[in-house]
């Protein structure tokens, strides 16, 4: 009881950890699409599909021990989850990674940071969300903060730009959207569902979407193109940045209206950035604007977590 008094005392940070272990996943991304199609958007979904088999077959002891919490569920918070297991777990997540495969991955990691505006929006129209005076002074504060940190040199953003390619962009937007309603639908099924049977929910619906989009692209040729050497980078691009954040992000997003939740997930690019520049384009420094940046960020969601406390969150009836 009283761990769980402290983490709703601290949720908002709770979602920010989560997205920052979200970020890392370019660790085992990068290396598994060099192994998959020449063709983006087959070796994107070839990836996501295999991610998504290896965390069902985690979850199943989750639904197992779930069955009769499920019971509990609406016809409205059912097609709320399966809105977000197709179309964030498994489009969205596509969508992200053939943007990633383009290689600008600065101008995808931000344009991903106009996330919170369609969960914002779509938070206030379907949940009735309002966020307080308190919080609303931060949310400027938490964009300047993580477009610092996407945008090397921010008073020459069109160096960043120079050679963006308008396809990345629009599947970048793509995924942003999907994202930032499975936040809201989230927020909605939490009403009747443990943080533990969302997260599993949300992969079993999108595999068999997956499993779909792999038929249509690649047909059964697509199932055959996997090395049991990559085993390794699937099982921790899974369990890491897949199923252990998912698994911190909804018991942060149980406490957090989706509005504040969102707006914590700007943490994103923090690790994404590091792991990018370091790791997986090596360079040698980071900027001091970057620095500056995750100062910002980390200031603003300070904030945004204590005036979650000033307001608590409560968990939208089920319709």
Not at 10 to 39: E, K, N, Y
């Amino acid at each position: 009881m009283v761990v769980s008094r402290l983490i709703d005392r601290f949720a908002v940070v709770l979602v920010a950890v989560a997205a920052m272990l979200w970020g890392t996943d370019a660790i085992f991304r990068a290396p598994l699409l060099s192994h998959l199609s020449g063709d983006r958007l087959l070796a994107s979904t070839q990836l996501v599909f295999m991610e998504h088999l290896v965390l069902v077959i985690a979850c199943l002891p989750l639904l197992w021990r779930a069955r009769r919490e499920l019971r509990r569920l609406t016809a409205a918070q059912w097609r709320a989850i399966a809105a977000i297991g197709v179309g964030a777990s498994a489009l969205a997540t596509v969508l992200f990674t053939v943007s990633f495969g383009y290689g600008h991955f600065i101008e995808t990691l931000l344009l991903q940071k106009t996330q919170p505006l369609f969960a914002i929006l779509l938070a206030n129209l379907w949940l009735r969300e309002r966020i307080s005076p308190q919080a609303w002074v931060w949310v400027p504060i938490a964009l300047v903060g993580a477009y610092m940190i996407v945008i090397p040199d921010p008073l020459h953003p069109e160096q960043a730009w120079a050679d963006f390619h308008v396809v990345a962009g629009l599947f970048a937007l793509a995924a942003a959207a999907l994202w930032g309603s499975a936040t809201v639908f989230g927020r909605y099924a939490l009403a009747n569902v443990r943080f533990t049977t969302l997260t599993a929910l949300r992969f079993t619906f999108g595999l068999p979407a997956l499993a779909v989009v792999l038929l249509l692209l690649g047909g059964f040729a697509g199932f055959g193109a996997y090395r049991l050497s990559d085993l390794p980078l699937y099982l921790g691009l899974a369990l890491l940045p897949g199923g252990l954040g998912l698994l911190l992000y909804y018991r942060g997003l149980a406490s957090t209206p989706a509005s504040l939740a969102t707006l914590a997930e700007l943490a994103f690019p923090i690790t994404g950035i590091l792991v990018n520049l370091y790791l997986v384009t090596p360079r040698q420094s980071i900027t001091s604007w970057e620095v500056t940046g995750i100062v910002v960020l980390w200031l603003a969601l300070a904030g945004l977590d204590f005036a979650n406390i000033r307001q608590p969150a409560r968990l939208p009836a089920a319709a």
